[in-house]
């Protein structure tokens, strides 16, 4: 069994030779921002954190999507945070790409390699370190957390995705299948961090349109995605942000695996007032 690869940013800059064309747009249903765009000069420093940078790939912006937001986040050695999270009311997932990084929550110690994937509970308390000798990257995606009556909220909890089994999607054969973290029926979750796995010449059989937003981190492979009425070619790093109701589908290029983080709001009543 082949084992997966997690794509992270390295920065840097371009030579003054490159063309300026690039893969990037920004439309009413959708954004695309290729790990082209992910460079020196378009970092934030995190408040509370040392020796960090984050690219900020989503946030909630009025009229488009207004859920979550998402980050790649580099730790240098000897970086981290041991106050990282500003807000008591926000949840957090974590997915390690590259490095080693320890994650202590509520007193409780994790070593999280590359494919640690946490779920950090709204008013838990953790930090985040690098006590290695080399650079961590991770995504972060953050969602400010709706309490349900009579459901309680989730635990925090820390894994490995190499240890959670992929299940296959109906009627694809393996083709298609998700890894996912928590139990879907769970309804004090109000969010979902998957992994989607597609085989070589693997679809999306049909315009997936649902109110759910996504974010989309390309972990491996590359693939032809279909954005509202647009065919986009992306690949591991590339960055996609829709919003409620863009159709979607895809077409897997091989000639590996095509796999992506996957970012949706669930489980909630529609607020109208």
């Known amino acids: 069994m082949t084992e997966p690869t997690y794509y992270a940013a390295e920065g840097g800059l371009p030579p003054q030779t490159t063309l300026l064309t690039d893969r990037a747009v920004v439309k009413q249903a959708y954004t695309v921002i290729p790990r082209g765009v992910l460079r020196d000069i378009v970092t934030s420093n995190l ?92 995504q972060w995606i953050r969602k400010a957390y709706e309490p349900l009556d009579d459901h309680s909220t989730p635990k925090a909890f820390a894994v490995q995705e190499q240890d959670v089994e992929p299940k296959p999607m109906p009627d694809t054969d393996g083709a298609w299948a998700t890894t996912r973290f928590v139990d879907p029926d769970d309804l004090a979750h109000d969010m979902h961090v998957n992994i989607v796995t597609f085989e070589p010449g693997a679809v999306i059989p049909f315009a997936e349109t649902h109110v759910m937003e996504h974010g989309i981190y390309i972990l491996e492979g590359k693939a032809v995605y279909r954005l509202n009425d647009d065919w986009v070619e992306v690949e591991a790093g590339d960055f996609l942000w829709l919003r409620a109701f863009c159709p979607q589908a895809c077409y897997a290029g091989g000639p590996g695996k095509f796999r992506y983080l996957l970012y949706k709001d669930v489980n909630r009543q529609i607020k109208l007032t």
């Open 47 to 138: 408040p509370g954190w040392t020796r960090t940078r984050a690219w900020i790939l989503a946030r909630p912006v009025e009229g488009f999507a207004t859920t979550f937001a998402q980050y790649h986040v580099e730790v240098s050695p000897g970086g981290g945070s041991t106050e990282p999270e500003p807000e008591r009311g926000v949840e957090s997932v974590l997915f390690l790409l590259s490095g080693a990084l320890t994650l202590v929550v509520d007193g409780e110690s994790h070593a999280l390699m590359p494919g640690g994937y946490a779920y950090l509970p709204a008013g838990s308390t953790w930090s985040l370190s690098n006590d290695s000798d080399s650079s961590a990257g991770f």
